[in-house]
């Protein structure tokens, strides 16, 4: 059984930064891809970032091109979720996810297991 505990977020002002953390125990987490989403209140979740089992391969959302990065470290078992430019419109839950494949991937189907989500608001 996998373990997703989020951490970072907080209250920021509109072009602030947050650095999400995601770390991982039990099921391998180097062998898999992670993704990031969010759900805003009243919305949907949606896909923000997804990255390869080894890093090498990275997915976004439109919304967060040239804004956000997602990485990760293996050796530490944990993702990252860097977040820079932020808009009021960022303001939502975050969630981590670790795949059941290898390669990124946006698809909430291709993901096992959640983290229980980190809050982030930003103020304009």
């Known amino acids: 059984q996998v373990q997703l505990i989020e951490s970072g977020g907080g209250l920021v002002q509109a072009g602030g930064s947050l650095r999400l953390s995601c770390a991982a125990s039990g099921r391998t987490f180097s062998d898999y891809a992670m993704g990031w989403f969010r759900q805003a209140p009243g919305k949907e979740r949606e896909f923000v970032a997804g990255?390869?089992?080894?890093?090498?391969?990275?997915r976004y959302a439109d919304f967060v091109k040239g804004r956000f990065t997602i990485s990760r470290d293996n050796a530490k078992n944990t993702g990252y979720l860097q977040m820079n430019s932020l808009k009021p419109e960022d303001t939502a839950v975050y969630y981590c996810?670790?795949?059941?494949?290898?390669?990124?991937?946006?698809?909430?189907?291709?993901?096992?297991?959640w983290g229980q989500g980190t809050q982030v608001t930003v103020s304009s």
């Open positions: 996810a670790l795949g059941l494949i290898a390669r990124a991937t946006a698809l909430p189907a291709n993901f096992g297991s």
């Open positions: 990255i390869s089992w080894s890093g090498d391969t990275k």
